[in-house]
């Protein structure tokens, strides 16, 4: 029979968020029990009191190790920004991908940075500065587009050494960004390269946030 405390146990050891949470000391354990008490007296299928999972969360917090097994910050360098760019998103046709290629002279003309596509089963998405906005428009006139961002600005930085079999790598910046309530719009990699899409007026926050967290991660090593 599994008791409350590896049933506690497994429970933190499923979510990330939760288990850095207690690792850093950040969330109320007393809460956080009473919060835990329906589902683990349902699975469990016994009486369960908040008190003895609170017992069980403070034996556990003692003994976690910190959720990532590596420093995120000795694994991506390079903070930048590409600012005025926007998406478009197209429905997928037989012309489509023609139509785009015809474009890649004017992103050389035009010393553009940025000019993403992504094509799905169903719809390709554009992402590029707003220099292109009119030759885009002007080579896709005769496609179905579907939706329209304007105003965004990509998030970039590289991945070092290793980081592709490096667990929480990615997923670390995404996090910080989801603890700020920002909406991540795109997220746009290559081997080395990681660009997040966000709207421009949270970028601000959003460079914070993860410039701000990266450090104090780096501190900590």
């Known amino acids: ?38 589902r683990i007296a349902e699975e469990l299928k016994k009486p369960v009191t908040a008190e003895s999972i609170f017992m069980a969360l403070q034996r556990l917090q003692k003994k976690l190790e910190p959720f990532y ?26 012309t489509l991908l023609s139509a785009l290629s015809k474009l890649s002279a004017s992103v050389r003309e035009n010393h553009t940075n940025v000019f993403v596509f992504t094509q799905g089963m169903d719809e390709t998405t554009v992402i590029t500065s707003k220099v292109l906005r009119q030759q885009l428009l002007e080579a896709i006139e005769h496609e179905k587009i579907t939706n329209t961002i304007d105003d965004l600005t990509g998030i970039t930085m590289q991945r070092t050494h290793g980081q592709i079999e490096t ?3 990615l997923q670390y910046p995404l996090r910080i ?43 900590k090593s």
């Open 1 to 38: 029979m599994i008791s409350i405390p590896s049933k506690v146990e497994e429970i933190v050891n499923t979510s990330p968020y939760l288990r850095e949470a207690m690792t850093d000391y950040l969330i109320n354990l007393s809460g956080l029990a009473r919060h835990l008490q329906p």
């Open 69 to 94: 097994e590596v420093n995120p910050a000795e694994y991506l360098a390079n903070l930048g920004l590409r600012s005025d760019l926007f998406e478009i998103t197209v429905k997928n046709s037989s």
């Open 167 to 169: 667990t929480g790598v």
């Open 177 to 219: 960004l989801a603890w700020q309530g920002i909406s991540v719009i795109e997220i746009v990699t290559t081997l080395n390269d990681i660009m997040i899409i966000v709207r421009d007026f949270e970028v601000d926050q959003a460079l914070i946030s993860i410039r701000r967290a990266l450090k104090n991660l780096d501190s």
